[in-house]
C-alpha cells in the first residue's frame, strides 16, 4: 500500500495518483546551470561528467549567458538555458537565479544540501512511456498512451557530450575547463495529452556540435519531470577543444 503513494509524492501532487499507477521506471534529470565565466563551476562540471556516466541518470549542463559581460564570452551559452532557470527560480519560489544551480527532476534545487541530492538521485523514479530511436538520419520520439496524464510539454535537447575550453578571460583565466553534455539547442516538439503520439526530427536540423539528445516531458511551465530518454547522435563520444581568442 505504501509504493504507489510514494510515486505520487515524487511526481507531483498535482498528477494525481493515477499516473504514478500506470507508470514505467525512468532515468533521473539532472540539470546544471553553469558558466565558463563562473569560478565557482567547475567543481559542478565535474559532478556532470561523473553522472554522466551512469545510466539511470539524464545529465545536462545548461550554460547561462547573464555572465558574458563580465569578462568571459561562454561559447555554450544559450539564452534559451537562462529563461528555462529563470521558469525553475519562479515554480520553486526563489529570489533569484544563481551559479551553480543543479535542478533535479524539476524538484530538487540545491548543491548546498549535498544529502538533499543524493536522496532525490536515489530514489526510484517512475515516469510516462517514452522512447528515442535515431535512425535513417531521423530522431524519431515515441510516447505511448498513459490515460489521465496532465497536459505535457515535449521538449527535444541536444547536447555535446565532452569539451575542453582554455579561459583566456574572467574568473576563470587560464584554466582549462573539462565540461560534459553540454545543451546546445532547446525545442519543443509539442504538446502531448496522454495520447500514443511521435514526433520526427531530421539529424540536419539539429545543432552540428551535437552528439547526443534527451527528450523530457513536462507539463507546462515546468512543472515536474514525468518522461525522459536519451539516445546518441553518434557512435562513438566527441571531444571539442577551444584556445583563447
Same mark, same amino acid.
Given at each position: 500500500?505504501?509504493?504507489?503513494?510514494?510515486?505520487?509524492?515524487?511526481?507531483?501532487?498535482?498528477?494525481?495518483?493515477?499516473?504514478?499507477?500506470?507508470?514505467?521506471?525512468? =532515468?533521473?534529470?539532472?540539470?546544471? %546551470?553553469?558558466?565558463?565565466?563562473?569560478?565557482?563551476?567547475?567543481?559542478?562540471?565535474?559532478?556532470?561528467?561523473?553522472?554522466?556516466?551512469?545510466?539511470?541518470?539524464?545529465?545536462?549542463? %545548461?550554460?547561462?549567458?547573464?555572465?558574458?559581460?563580465?569578462?568571459?564570452?561562454?561559447? %555554450?551559452?544559450?539564452?534559451?538555458?537562462?529563461?528555462?532557470?529563470?521558469?525553475?527560480?519562479?515554480?520553486?519560489?526563489?529570489?533569484? #537565479?544563481?551559479?551553480?544551480?543543479?535542478?533535479?527532476?524539476?524538484? #530538487?534545487?540545491?548543491?548546498?544540501?549535498?544529502?538533499?541530492?543524493?536522496?532525490?538521485?536515489?530514489?526510484?523514479?517512475?515516469?510516462?512511456?517514452?522512447?528515442?530511436?535515431?535512425?535513417?538520419?531521423?530522431?524519431?520520439?515515441?510516447?505511448?498512451?498513459?490515460?489521465?496524464?496532465?497536459?505535457?510539454?515535449?521538449?527535444?535537447?541536444?547536447?555535446?557530450?565532452?569539451?575542453?575550453?582554455?579561459?583566456?578571460?574572467?574568473?576563470?583565466?587560464?584554466?582549462?575547463?573539462?565540461? %560534459?553534455?553540454?545543451?546546445?539547442?532547446?525545442?519543443?516538439?509539442?504538446?502531448?495529452?496522454?495520447?500514443?503520439?511521435?514526433?520526427? #526530427?531530421?539529424?540536419?536540423?539539429?545543432?552540428?556540435?551535437?552528439?547526443? #539528445?534527451?527528450?523530457?516531458?513536462?507539463?507546462?511551465?515546468?512543472? =515536474?519531470?514525468?518522461?525522459?530518454?536519451?539516445?546518441?547522435?553518434?557512435?562513438?563520444?566527441?571531444?571539442?577543444?577551444?584556445?583563447?581568442?
Amino acid at each position: 500500500m505504501m509504493r504507489p503513494i510514494r510515486q505520487c509524492l515524487l511526481l507531483g501532487a498535482t498528477l494525481g495518483c493515477a499516473l504514478a499507477t500506470h507508470a514505467q521506471p525512468r =532515468p533521473v534529470v539532472v540539470e546544471l %546551470f553553469t558558466s565558463q565565466g563562473c569560478s565557482s563551476c567547475p567543481p559542478a562540471d565535474a559532478y556532470v561528467g561523473q553522472l554522466s556516466r551512469q545510466s539511470d541518470v539524464i545529465a545536462l549542463a %545548461f550554460h547561462v549567458d547573464y555572465w558574458d559581460d563580465l569578462g568571459w564570452r561562454d561559447r %555554450f551559452a544559450l539564452p534559451q538555458s537562462a529563461e528555462r532557470q529563470n521558469i525553475y527560480a519562479r515554480n520553486l519560489h526563489r529570489s533569484s #537565479v544563481y551559479t551553480p544551480q543543479l535542478v533535479v527532476d524539476g524538484q #530538487v534545487d540545491s548543491l548546498r544540501d549535498p544529502q538533499a541530492v543524493a536522496r532525490a538521485l536515489s530514489e526510484r523514479r517512475d515516469g510516462v512511456p517514452v522512447t528515442v530511436t535515431v535512425r535513417d538520419a531521423q530522431v524519431r520520439v515515441e510516447l505511448g498512451a498513459h490515460p489521465g496524464a496532465p497536459n505535457s510539454d515535449v521538449v527535444l535537447v541536444t547536447y555535446l557530450r565532452h569539451a575542453v575550453s582554455a579561459i583566456g578571460r574572467g574568473e576563470n583565466a587560464g584554466r582549462n575547463l573539462e565540461e %560534459f553534455n553540454i545543451v546546445r539547442g532547446i525545442r519543443t516538439l509539442g504538446t502531448w495529452k496522454g495520447e500514443v503520439r511521435g514526433f520526427d #526530427v531530421p539529424v540536419s536540423a539539429l545543432p552540428p556540435d551535437a552528439t547526443d #539528445v534527451a527528450v523530457l516531458v513536462q507539463p507546462h511551465r515546468q512543472a =515536474p519531470i514525468i518522461g525522459a530518454a536519451a539516445h546518441a547522435l553518434r557512435s562513438s563520444g566527441v571531444t571539442v577543444r577551444a584556445a583563447p581568442p
